[in-house]
């Protein structure tokens, strides 16, 4: 197996397609992450703030929430998944 180019931990056969410039906004390139680092991500930075900004993982990198994430999740096992890590600091649209 490979590592999560996130957070550098071996990912294992559940792990999420992250597109580094959103689907919606004609992203084409992935990499593959935990599901925890997945949802970290979108929780963090709206689709127009990834597809302009934090379209590569150096530049996710360079976050200091997700700095403190990394290291936060580095000291859990690789299969950790915490459905909680969603954030108040993300602007949810309700979906109708």
């Known amino acids: 197996m490979s590592d999560c180019p996130l957070c550098g931990r071996e990912l294992d056969a559940t792990a999420d397609e992250h597109h580094l410039i959103p689907k919606c906004k004609k992203g084409k390139d992935k990499v593959r992450l935990h599901k925890i680092c997945h949802r970290k991500i979108h929780s963090l930075f709206d689709e127009k ?25 580095a000291k859990k096992p690789p299969g950790y998944n915490d459905k909680s890590i969603m954030s108040n600091n993300h602007n949810w649209k309700k979906r109708r």
């Open 49 to 73: 703030l990834l597809a302009n900004h934090y379209n590569t993982i150096e530049r996710l990198l360079e976050s200091e929430d997700i700095q403190r994430f990394i290291k936060w999740v």
